[in-house]
């Protein structure tokens, strides 16, 4: 457990999903397209769950989050058939929080948080432990 955990530690130093790149262009971090939107989606997710913590219920699915399949990356080689999967099995289930009833809806959200991890877990482990925070427990 505790090699599992010291791993687990080693794996957020030494991997963020910003590959150091050699890089000929100028020294300011420009955040890409996709990296932008997932801080959006992260923030927006925060909120979603504090809405379920209050008991309220969220309601407009945000459209804004079906340019993952376009935002441009960092890396767009990311971009993968296994990602354009990640990404559908993403917006499949954050739709599904809209259409739940409300007793539900801590499950779906957690299996929105689920396939945020899923995804990152294949193309960029560094985030993983805070988009863990976001789920309900
Ligand atoms: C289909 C795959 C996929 C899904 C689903 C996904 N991510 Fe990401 N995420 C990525 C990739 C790839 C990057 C790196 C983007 C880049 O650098 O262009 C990233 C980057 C991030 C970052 C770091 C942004 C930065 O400033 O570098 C955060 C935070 C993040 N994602 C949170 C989330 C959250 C929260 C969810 C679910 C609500 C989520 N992601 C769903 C693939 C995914």
């Known amino acids: 457990m505790k090699k599992l955990l010291i791993t687990g530690v080693l794996l957020v130093f030494f991997s963020s999903c910003k590959k150091e790149k050699v890089s000929k262009e100028p020294m ?48 767009p080689s990311d971009r993968t058939s296994q990602f354009r999967q990640y990404s559908d099995l993403y917006l499949n289930n954050l739709r599904d929080i809209f259409e739940t009833p409300k007793d539900s809806l801590k499950l779906e959200f957690n299996e929105v948080i689920n396939s945020c991890i899923a995804c990152h877990q294949t193309t960029c482990i560094g985030p993983i432990p805070r988009i863990r925070k976001l789920l309900i427990r």
């Open 28 to 75: 300011v971090y420009q955040p890409s397209e996709m990296a932008a939107l997932m801080n959006r989606m992260y923030e927006e997710n925060a909120k979603i769950k504090q809405q379920i913590l209050n008991g309220e219920t969220p309601e407009n699915f945000p459209e804004e989050y079906l340019k993952i399949h376009t935002a441009t990356l960092t890396d």
